[in-house]
């Protein structure tokens, strides 16, 4: 069975399209009548006799510790990480840590509320992404890292307890934790580089490990029936979906699906990486941390395939290099990548928890390795904790092998994107501005999930100082007038007309009346970079914007013209900045 041919791909997405809350509530409804397809359940549930033992049925890819001890935590991040059951704590992300306690996986860490029980009453005060956060799993590959370099027998058992719980509590189909495929196939990832690292753990019963590894066979069958293939516009969680597909068929050969998991999965992933980036490199989503949240797809996905695969592995790699080329362009003076979109801090992989959510150096680091890209490894400075983890002490020493090439500074057009970047060096003190001024975002009217009202509004650095920022994103789903606010015209660097903003807000989501913008002009000289560029606003009006910077004396120039296209609005007040 292909994986387009599958006979319940879209019959979930019926349920999905009404948010998660509906999906949670349907897929409970299915499990009370025994599922529609009883069939295809014990289809998916059974696994006895197909699983190998679990410390020969892993491929092993050479996600292993580097001889350099690069996991060492501060006092803080470190204390209490493994206290004895049935004491366990659990990372969920920067600074926060669950209480000393047993984990409810079903819990919002942050309210306190639980989605077990009548979800529905509390989707306004508590935000499913919190509870999606913590099921990604992203801090057992911490622990994983940390056993790698310890052998800690301890280490492996918590690891092993804390997978166990999540079965236990998470039955097969029920609950929010099977409400979104791409939460699934960001888990199993994880799970999997897990495993990776505890391929040699002893002390743990191979009875614990195979039922872990029962799991992730379930978890894996349901995702496949369950892809965003059917999807309108296609986004990101299907690229995410895939490549949790694509690595559980990389690790665990010995499933009867694996090899079409890889083989199909990762001819649908190509195309899907194709289909959502600009040949410039840029994502058609217009969010630099989302951008990173593919490019982390990508290299897991090259990172199981390794040397199979020729074709589509090259195809990636073709793809990579102009979107690690457009993080390289777009990171700023403070090293962070710009906040541009829609950013909720959600990563792909997760290999460091010491480095900054906004640095992308460690993948600059490991794109210049394997793209043989000497700027990559100027800007990157080093290879970091992340870099090594991926690529291990091999790619190190390629590493240090590689002959920089520092990027030439100036002005960078990402014609397809629409985006610019205009910098005098990639130091500390550079001056900088990154702006965008073309397509809205993926699918247009109706669409545009994580698109802001961002035209022609700079984020500016002078001399290494931000001047100009953008306001980030709140929060998704539990506000929706701070989620509107966030997105709206107003809390951007641009031009705001009195009662008109740049598109209409439709829903958390989407976006009706998107402007029509395109850049008009660009010129560059050894004294000065002129930039123009005019966004039609579907109300009627026309900002048009002119940049000049003159690098001589570090001058910016910022000179705008608002016409109304319609008499009615003659009238109406504007507001700069």
Not at 29 to 56: T, V, Y
Not at 63 to 68: G, N, V, Y
Not at 275 to 298: C, L, M, N
């Amino acid at each position: 069975m292909s994986l387009t041919a599958n006979p319940l791909v879209g019959a979930w997405r019926d349920a999905s399209a009404l948010g998660p809350i509906a999906s949670v509530k349907i897929l409970r409804l299915k499990a009370q009548k025994k599922r529609r397809n009883p069939k295809l359940r014990r289809e998916i549930l059974r696994s006895k006799g197909s699983l190998p033992d679990f410390g020969f049925g892993i491929s092993h890819f050479g996600f292993q510790a580097p001889s350099q001890d690069l996991h060492r935590k501060d006092a803080k991040s470190a204390r209490n990480l493994f206290p004895e059951p049935p004491l366990r704590p659990s990372r969920l992300c920067g600074e926060n840590f669950l209480p000393l306690s047993p984990i409810d996986w079903l819990c919002d860490p942050i309210t306190g509320l639980s989605w077990n029980k009548q979800a529905a009453a509390i989707r306004k005060s508590s935000d499913i992404k919190h509870v999606w956060e913590l099921n990604r799993c992203q801090h057992l590959t911490t622990l994983s890292q940390r056993y790698a370099v310890t052998k800690s027998k301890k280490i492996a058992r918590e690891v092993k307890a804390q997978l166990l719980s999540w079965i236990e509590q998470n039955p097969f189909g029920e609950g929010v934790n099977w409400a979104s495929p791409l939460e699934i196939g960001i888990r199993l990832i994880s799970w999997c580089l897990a495993l990776q690292l505890l391929r040699d753990a002893k002390g743990v019963r191979k009875e614990d490990w195979n039922r872990i590894v029962q799991s992730i066979l379930q978890q894996a069958r349901f995702l496949e029936v369950n892809l965003s293939l059917d999807k309108v516009v296609r986004c990101n969680h299907l690229i995410g979906e895939l490549a949790g597909l694509i690595t559980v068929g990389a690790c665990f050969p010995h499933f009867v699906e694996s090899d079409r998991w890889v083989r199909e999965g990762l001819a649908h992933f190509v195309e899907e990486i194709y289909a959502q980036t600009f040949g410039d490199g840029g994502s058609k989503e217009h969010s630099v941390t989302y951008h990173r949240f593919v490019v982390e797809y990508i290299l897991i996905v090259r990172l199981m395939i390794k040397d199979s695969h020729p074709t589509e592995r090259g195809l990636l790699e073709r793809r990579l290099e102009p979107m690690l080329e457009y993080l390289m362009w777009t990171i700023q003076p403070d090293w962070n990548m710009p906040h541009l979109g829609d950013c909720d801090d959600g990563r792909g992989i997760k290999l460091s928890e010491t480095t900054d959510f906004l640095d992308c150096r460690g993948w600059l680091a490991a794109g210049g390795v394997i793209l043989h890209r000497g700027d990559f490894k100027t800007v990157a400075g080093d290879f970091n904790e992340e870099a090594r983890w991926l690529l291990g002490d091999e790619g190190a020493g390629q590493f240090q092998s590689l002959d920089p090439e520092p990027p030439e500074p100036g002005l960078k057009i990402f014609p397809e994107s629409g985006h610019a970047v205009i910098r005098s060096g990639w130091d500390a003190h550079a001056d900088y501005l990154f702006i965008r001024c073309g397509p809205f975002g993926l699918g247009g009217d109706y669409h545009c999930s994580h698109s802001h009202c961002d035209m022609l509004s700079p984020i500016l650095f002078v001399a290494g100082q931000p001047i100009l920022s953008d306001s980030g994103t709140f929060v998704y789903n539990s506000d929706l007038a701070w989620r509107k606010l966030f997105r709206g015209t107003g809390a951007h660097n641009t031009i705001t007309v009195e009662g008109i903003e740049q598109a209409t807000f439709y829903d958390t989501f989407k976006w009706v009346g998107v402007p029509e913008s395109k850049w008009l002009r660009w010129e560059e000289s050894n004294d000065r970079i002129l930039l123009a560029g005019e966004s039609i606003y579907k109300p009627g009006v026309r900002v048009t914007r002119w940049i000049t910077y003159r690098p001589g004396d570090r001058t910016w120039r910022f000179e705008d013209r608002v016409e109304a296209l319609k008499k009615n609005l003659q009238d109406r007040k504007g507001l700069w900045f």
